[in-house]
């Protein structure tokens, strides 16, 4: 890669240090130029007309992210965020008295509510698998866990609090011996690294264009295979993911384009295409090569600064990196380097339920590169951190 034209072409890069990638990526100027040339083009033209005049550009967002996910475009539906989309997937779902759900420790809250939700109304159970030494979800116990109560495997594959790989594909190698429906939440994996759904094995894929794909907000996408339709029932029918049949009943749009909508930011998705386009010519390989050595590099830099310890777990982990300083509060640590100009963000208890009830270390200082990221930003913003724990703060 060239960092350096990449950063040129990144107008945020000229202000900040951007270490909230998980949070949201930094805008190509590609990809702005899109979403503004189409708001443009709306208000010289007209909405609808505009989308008209687009159309084929919008279906090729489609095919990106097929060719992205390793799926097809047919099973593709896209949303204005993940949530939406998970929420698409798991509601199509049935599931009654004794059913089960199992998910793991990193599951990010979102999700979770919607388990206890579901266990409340319907009487299923929610079963959190342990985690392994590693502090990954423990896939021989996930497949001891396995017989006839389990309707739905959910994970998340990287969670929101840290830097952790689940072992996705060994997952879905125990979902598919089972015959039990896996849902992967990839919304920190897709753009981060090579997320491929037939490798991985899963059923159905929720994410976001806004992190690490570095699209806009209020883009969100949902991946499902075909063999996967005949066993969901979209919660929403509306007009653009069925047609009336001109008596009493209606039929569902083929493929995954059942669980969309017909209203959508047509700005926003070109947007997305123009996002993963770029990821798709840089290349997912050497996305995920880069983003890795950054998350370990920045790890190595803070674990050697006294009094800040990092808390990813995992035997393989990414760009994400959580840490705590001994003696000051999260907040105060965050806002310190904010006002140094360096982008982090801070972990939620109340995002990361499970995980909280097992290590108790929530909030962390959450710091996340990107590729675009250079060595030097994460010096910088190890030795703001030292010089502001040497200013003698309060244990």
């Given at each position: ?12 890069c000229?202000h900040?240090?951007?270490?909230d990638?998980?949070g ?10 899109t979403?503004?040339s189409?708001l ?7 909405g609808?007309?505009a ?7 919008v ?15 047919d ?20 599931f009654g ?7 793991g ?20 159970e929610?079963?959190?698998v342990?985690?392994d030494?590693?502090?990954a979800?423990d896939?021989?116990?996930l497949?001891?866990?396995?017989d006839?109560r ?15 790989v689940n072992?996705?594909?060994?997952i879905?190698?125990?979902t598919?011996r089972?015959?039990?429906?896996f ?12 997320v ?9 894929l929720?994410?976001?264009?806004r992190?690490?794909l ?9 991946w ?8 969901l029932a979209?919660?929403?029918a ?6 009336w ?6 039929t569902?749009h ?8 017909r209203?959508m930011s047509?700005a ?16 997912l ?13 920045l790890?190595?830099?803070l ?5 800040v310890t990092?808390?990813?777990l995992?035997?393989?982990?990414c ?14 640590v965050?806002?310190?380097?904010t ?10 208890p ?5 995980d ?14 990107h ?17 502001f724990l040497?200013?003698?703060q309060p244990?």
């Amino acid at each position: 890669m060239d960092i350096a034209a990449l950063r040129r072409d990144t107008p945020g890069c000229a202000h900040r240090v951007h270490l909230d990638n998980a949070g949201s990526g930094l805008l190509s100027r590609p990809t702005l130029e899109t979403v503004v040339s189409h708001l443009e083009l709306e208000a010289r033209i007209g909405g609808y007309q505009a989308a008209a005049q687009e159309q084929r550009a919008v279906e090729a967002v489609y095919e990106d992210i097929a060719a992205l996910l390793g799926g097809r475009p047919d099973e593709v539906a896209l949303f204005d965020n993940a949530t939406h989309a998970w929420q698409a997937a798991f509601c199509a779902l049935s599931f009654g008295p004794g059913d089960r759900i199992l998910t793991g420790r990193a599951e990010y809250g979102s999700n979770v509510l919607a388990y206890l939700r579901t266990a409340q109304r319907t009487g299923a159970e929610v079963v959190v698998v342990p985690n392994d030494p590693s502090g990954a979800l423990d896939t021989a116990a996930l497949a001891a866990l396995m017989d006839d109560r389990v309707k739905l495997v959910g994970v998340t594959h990287v969670p929101t609090g840290g830097g952790l790989v689940n072992p996705a594909a060994a997952i879905g190698g125990i979902t598919r011996r089972a015959g039990v429906p896996f849902l992967l939440d990839a919304t920190q994996s897709v753009g981060q690294f090579p997320v491929d759904v037939r490798e991985i094995g899963c059923d159905m894929l929720a994410a976001t264009g806004r992190k690490f794909l570095r699209g806009p907000r209020g883009t969100g996408f949902l991946w499902v295979r075909t063999e996967m339709l005949e066993h969901l029932a979209p919660h929403v029918a509306e007009i653009g993911s069925a047609a009336w049949d001109g008596a009493r009943g209606f039929t569902w749009h083929r493929g995954a384009r059942r669980f969309g909508t017909r209203e959508m930011s047509c700005a926003n998705v070109l947007g997305l295409g123009s996002a993963v386009h770029q990821a798709l010519r840089l290349g997912l390989d050497d996305i995920g090569r880069r983003t890795a050595a950054l998350g370990e590099h920045l790890r190595r830099r803070l674990a050697a600064v006294p009094r800040v310890t990092t808390h990813d777990l995992g035997s393989e982990r990414c760009a994400i990196v959580t840490a705590k300083v001994d003696g000051i509060p999260t907040a105060d640590v965050a806002t310190a380097l904010t006002r140094h100009g360096i982008n982090v963000s801070t972990t939620v208890p109340g995002h990361a339920q499970f995980d909280t009830e097992d290590r108790g270390v929530h909030p962390l200082v959450r710091f996340s590169p990107h590729y675009y990221t250079t060595e030097d930003e994460l010096d910088r913003a190890v030795e703001v951190l030292t010089l502001f724990l040497e200013k003698g703060q309060p244990r």
